[in-house]
């Protein structure tokens, strides 16, 4: 029997560092980061950018992964938009897998595919998503270790804040008392359904990855392999980053050379008082459960 595909699933809410996380993993040698996967049909679909620079349907390693599954339509029968959100329920019934059966060979043949055509041996996706995550871990051939990624929701929202003065109509609906009530439900979700389908589960904080990026980088290719795994394109606090191509997420995915990792602080100067305090009072008890004061 083939040897199962390994898939390092970060999950967790938005603007976590997801894409920065994906980014720097793929920097490992034989690891594919794929980005959110999820989106691979709506990205194709649109054309938008890859994050080795080209349009998704230029770039030679989507148009190879397409040419090996039998085309775009065979992307369409994952149902990819259904397994973001509409399967949790399905998830507190005993057996929830056998409902699940039919796509786990369309979720199969893409993942074979990446791998093939990457020349890798793990596949990292940043799709986010708690339940599709649970439907991935319910996949017989496929071996899925969750990193869920936290951080400080008052930093999610600064940056949700900051993106909301710019114009960005995506987020302008979303509320300060809805971003922090959904940090809350989303990382208790991604916990839960981790649980539930008995994944390989790993929590890391944003925090502690930009600040010691070798030592939490370490912690996650431990839970994949079972030797040590070099890491020299870290130094200190400085990744040396290559392309990748990954699907969706923020601009770091187009960063190239030398980077940078500090601890993102803007939102104690750009986050009015007001929604401070509107964040705080409502993550209080919560915020605590991660080590966030
Ligand atoms: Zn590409």
């Known amino acids: 029997m083939a040897a199962k595909i390994k898939v390092i699933y970060i999950a967790g809410t938005g603007?976590?560092?997801?894409?920065?996380?994906?980014?720097?993993?793929?920097?490992?040698?034989?690891?594919?980061?794929?980005?959110?996967?999820?989106?691979?049909?709506?990205?194709?679909?649109?054309?938008?950018?890859?994050?080795?620079?080209?349009?998704?349907?230029?770039?030679?390693?989507?148009?190879?992964?397409?040419?090996?599954?039998?085309?775009?339509?065979?992307?369409?029968?994952?149902?990819?938009?259904?397994?973001?959100?509409?399967?949790?329920?399905?998830?507190a019934i005993p057996g929830a897998g056998r409902f699940l059966r039919r796509y786990f060979s369309q979720l199969y043949e893409v993942h074979k595919a990446i791998i093939d055509i990457g020349q890798g041996r793990v596949i990292v996706?940043?799709?986010?998503?708690?339940?599709?995550?649970?439907?991935?871990?319910?996949?017989?051939?496929?071996?899925?270790y969750t990193v869920h990624l936290v951080r400080d929701v008052r930093a999610c929202e600064g940056s949700m804040y900051r993106l909301k003065s710019e114009g960005a109509d995506k987020f302008a609906a979303r509320s300060t008392g809805w971003n922090s009530l959904r940090w809350m439900i989303v990382n208790r979700m991604t916990e839960w359904a981790a649980r539930r389908v008995g994944s390989q589960y790993l929590r890391i904080r944003y925090e502690d990855l930009v600040s010691d990026p070798q030592r939490t980088l370490s912690e996650i290719t431990r839970l994949v392999e079972n030797e040590p795994t070099p890491l020299k394109w870290i130094d200190g606090n400085s990744a040396m980053l290559d392309k990748?191509?990954?699907?969706?997420?923020?601009?770091?995915?187009?960063?190239?050379?030398?980077?940078?990792?500090?601890?993102?602080e803007r939102w104690k100067e750009n986050l009015p008082l007001r929604n401070r305090a509107v964040v705080e009072g409502l993550t209080r008890r919560f915020r605590q459960r991660y080590g966030y004061n």
């Open 15 to 91: 603007k976590s560092g997801s894409t920065l996380l994906g980014k720097l993993l793929g920097q490992v040698e034989g690891y594919l980061d794929v980005g959110e996967l999820i989106n691979v049909t709506i990205q194709h679909e649109r054309n938008e950018r890859c994050g080795c620079g080209e349009l998704v349907g230029a770039c030679q390693f989507w148009s190879q992964v397409l040419m090996k599954i039998g085309g775009s339509k065979k992307l369409d029968q994952v149902h990819w938009k259904r397994l973001k959100t509409r399967y949790l329920p399905l998830l």
């Open 125 to 144: 996706d940043s799709s986010k998503s708690a339940f599709y995550g649970a439907v991935l871990n319910l996949c017989p051939d496929i071996d899925v």
């Open 244 to 264: 990748t191509h990954s699907i969706a997420g923020s601009g770091v995915r187009f960063k190239l050379g030398r980077l940078e990792l500090r601890v993102d």
